[in-house]
């Protein structure tokens, strides 16, 4: 694995939150608390971890990545057209009828989406099905699987996991979103920080925790393959990360913008509204 280059995942992810904002103010409603706080992650994996084709989106030797928190849609076809697998300007017809870039990610419509998503939970157990399939077809693709922390007090998530450790499935990485808030409460409660990754490491993973807005670190963590265990990148972050106003606040998760609140977000983010 080559090394990061670290000026330009900073600057990938500036893009994605600059594209993030910019959507929801035409748009007037859209998920920006999470969009903001998974900016770096995308960036890395997109940037310099996935090994995959724009211009073959369906390359067979290709990565595999799910977005599990499926509402965070708009950062990750932010991250999508940043590398190329469509025209940035594509991003304007966000939620429209017609689009190819609705409300959630679907694999039917949008290149580069391997997995639906949208029902929160279930990504993590198409992600284990995915890493079974690779192995079973003696492929040498990854699979990686972005999960929120309010999406893992699904159940289906410790199912998935569990199975994961059971089957000691080493091609298979998830990357916790952990940014302590879901849509209405905050999830320290069900996940407190501290037990959280033994939970993980007694279903058998290999658990890394790493500061998810840090390009490097989140770099690092997902170039070092686990020991015969699948693994868990534990990217501590904060919800509406890049924006003052919104870093830490409940309320941003799902909200509409005013043009004032865009243009000092975009001022924030050192870009002229």
Not at 134 to 143: F, N
């Amino acid at each position: 694995m080559t090394a990061p280059d670290v000026p330009l995942l900073t600057e990938i992810a500036k893009r994605i939150r600059v594209h993030v904002i910019r959507t929801v103010l035409r748009l007037g409603s859209g998920h920006l608390g999470g969009s903001l706080s998974a900016a770096e992650i995308l960036s890395v994996l997109y940037f310099h971890t996935l090994r995959i084709r724009p211009e073959e989106p369906d390359w067979p030797g290709r990565d595999r990545f799910i977005l599990s928190k499926g509402h965070a849609a708009l950062a990750y076809y932010a991250a999508l057209a940043e590398r190329g697998y469509f025209p940035p300007d594509e991003l304007a017809g966000f939620g429209a009828l017609g689009s190819r870039l609705q409300g959630h990610p679907d694999m039917r419509r949008t290149p580069g989406v391997d997995m639906s998503t949208g029902s929160l939970g279930q990504g993590l157990s198409a992600g284990v099905g995915m890493a079974l399939a690779a192995r079973i077809r003696g492929e040498g693709w990854r699979t990686y699987v972005l999960l929120g922390d309010g999406e893992i007090q699904e159940g289906q998530v410790w199912e998935a996991a569990m199975l994961a450790g059971e089957l000691r499935l080493t091609g298979l990485t998830a990357i916790l979103d952990f940014n302590r808030l879901s849509q209405t409460r905050s999830t320290t409660g069900a996940h407190p920080p501290d037990l959280l990754p033994g939970r993980w490491r007694g279903f058998g993973w290999e658990v890394r925790e790493v500061d998810g807005h840090d390009v490097s670190a989140l770099a690092a963590a997902l170039d070092r393959p686990a020991d015969g265990r699948p693994l868990l990148v534990v990217a501590h972050t904060v919800k509406g990360r890049g924006v003052s106003f919104m870093e830490g606040r409940l309320e941003w998760h799902s909200h509409p913008l005013t043009r004032e609140q865009a243009e000092q977000a975009l001022a924030e983010l050192g870009v002229r509204p």
